[in-house]
């Protein structure tokens, strides 16, 4: 039996650079990708290991907004400190700042960023559970 698999589905106006701060601060691959399917393009994103993903979609003539607050959280747990760390400087060497959670639990064994469309990432040093 195949297990479930969990995709996160959003909107953006600017698929090369949500991709881009992905790809290059997450260290996620591309898993797939679209352009003109009734009217949307897409980029999936995340790791071939893992059974999750994430859709970024672009609808035609269609502008969205930022996130709506600063509470729309993406929460990666890296309990390895060694992977952690990698991740938050690869996100300082694109130049994105972290920035204090709203809730200043994520800030005790975690560092947030926010992605090119206001969403934050929590990267949580920390184990799951």
């Known amino acids: 039996m195949q297990p479930p698999v969990l995709r996160v589905a959003r909107p953006t106006n600017d698929l090369h650079k949500v991709t881009d ?32 993903h994430i859709e970024f979609t672009h609808q035609h003539g269609v502008t969205v907004e930022r996130a709506p607050t600063t509470e729309h959280l993406l929460v990666l747990y890296l309990p390895e400190r060694d992977a952690w760390r990698a991740a938050v400087e690869r996100l300082e060497a694109l130049g994105v700042p972290a920035c204090a959670a709203e809730n200043p639990y994520w800030d005790r064994q975690g560092k947030t960023f926010e992605d090119p469309d206001g969403y934050r990432i929590v990267l949580q040093n920390a184990a799951w559970g």
């Open 21 to 52: 701060f992905y790809k290059r601060g997450l260290g996620f691959e591309v898993l797939a990708s679209f352009e003109n399917h009734e009217g949307f393009d897409g980029v999936i994103v995340g790791r071939r290991d893992c059974a999750w």
